[in-house]
């Protein structure tokens, strides 16, 4: 079974902190991806990766950097934590050619 | 990016229920469609991918339009265990997924 793993289901934080969210994933896979999920908005990609070292901006990367300094593991890194970054987020992963995405099982930040 | 949109329901139906959900894509270069189920509180998964030419699996059928940019779900004969939210996903060129903002399905006893 590929796994996904997050390094926190619950992270609380405050206004102006960094903070760094983890995922693994144990399929080696190509891509990796992080996501935040809203109500209302749906699932939005900030940035995503197809190799190590490798990124690319998605629809809302303002805010955040990612790194991927090796194939089984994609950082999401907030900077300077707003309020406005409350949200749930969501890592995946694919092989190259498939577009079947697996997904952890998100990490709900709260940004006080 | 071009939209995908869905209705977000809910759709509350009673089990034994045929249910549709409808999806429409604003960019003809998309590639690739598919149904992603989320169950509350958890992670997407992939329910079915949908081909041009229509595909069943079980209880579900996926339809694909092209000429329309049009994409449909029939579940047939409604479980409990079928409430969720179903995402509607393209791809148009590369690897990223274009996720809908999901269909809400209740099914009830």
């Known amino acids: 079974d590929v796994k996904v793993t997050q390094s926190s289901r619950y992270l609380v934080k405050r206004t102006g902190e960094k903070v760094f969210l983890e995922c693994v994933q144990d399929m080696d896979h190509e891509n990796m991806f992080w996501y935040r999920q809203d109500p209302g908005l749906g699932l939005r990609l900030i940035y995503f990766?197809?190799?190590?070292?490798?990124?690319e901006k998605g629809d809302i990367p303002e805010g955040y950097s990612v790194s991927r300094e090796k194939k089984e593991r994609f950082s999401l890194i907030l900077e300077s934590a707003s309020t406005n970054q409350t949200s749930m987020y969501l890592c995946a992963s694919s092989w190259t050619g498939d577009h079947e995405q697996y997904f952890g099982p998100g990490t709900r930040l709260t940004v006080t | 990016r071009k939209e995908v949109e869905q209705d977000p329901g809910p759709f509350n139906v009673p089990e034994g229920a045929t249910v549709a959900f409808n999806c429409t894509y604003s960019n003809s270069a998309s590639q690739s469609f598919f149904w992603y189920r989320q169950d509350c509180r958890k992670e997407p998964k992939l329910l079915m991918s949908v081909y041009s030419s229509g595909n069943e699996d079980g209880r579900f059928t996926a339809q694909l339009n092209r000429a329309s940019q049009y994409i449909s779900l029939l579940i047939r004969d409604s479980k409990l265990s079928d409430s969720a939210t179903y995402l509607c996903v393209v791809n148009q060129a590369g690897t990223a997924l274009i996720f809908g903002k999901g269909t809400t399905l209740s099914v009830s006893s």
């Open positions: 990766s197809y190799d190590v070292k490798m990124k």
